[in-house]
């Protein structure tokens, strides 16, 4: 079993820059890995994934200005995210599983989450 843990989130203004970390531990073979966000009310969405090989996908809108990367030699998965706006705003999750699902953002495929990370961002 994978354990998972975010950290990095906090309250930027709008146009500002954060970096979320997601510290892999436990049985790590994860062929893909990704992060979501939840804000209130709203439905869980991908922002990013990144499978084994290095690929990444993003959604239209994290294109640009959210990056992916990891670093397998700490087993840890990064979101840097820049040019934020208030709608940006969300309860980060870091997530691993099947490629199949992880790298296409379909939350519903993913095994193993993290209990996430806030961010806020002010107009």
């Known amino acids: 079993e994978v354990q998972l843990v975010e950290s990095g989130g906090g309250s930027v203004q709008a146009g500002g820059s954060l970096r979320l970390s997601c510290a892999a531990s436990?049985?790590?073979?994860?062929?893909?890995m990704a992060w979501f966000r939840q804000a209130p009310g709203k439905e869980r969405e991908g922002v990013a994934a990144i499978d084994s090989d290095g690929r990444t996908n993003y959604p239209e809108d994290a294109k640009g200005r959210f990056t992916i990367s990891q670093d397998r030699t700490k087993n840890t998965l990064y979101l840097e995210m820049t040019s934020l706006k208030p709608e940006d705003s969300a309860t980060y999750y870091c997530?691993?599983?099947?490629?199949?699902?992880?790298?296409?953002?379909?939350?519903?495929?993913?095994?193993?989450w993290g209990k996430g990370t806030l961010v806020t961002i002010s107009s």
């Open positions: 436990g049985y790590v073979t994860s062929t893909c």
């Open positions: 997530a691993t599983g099947p490629r199949s699902y992880c790298f296409f953002l379909l939350s519903y495929g993913m095994n193993s």
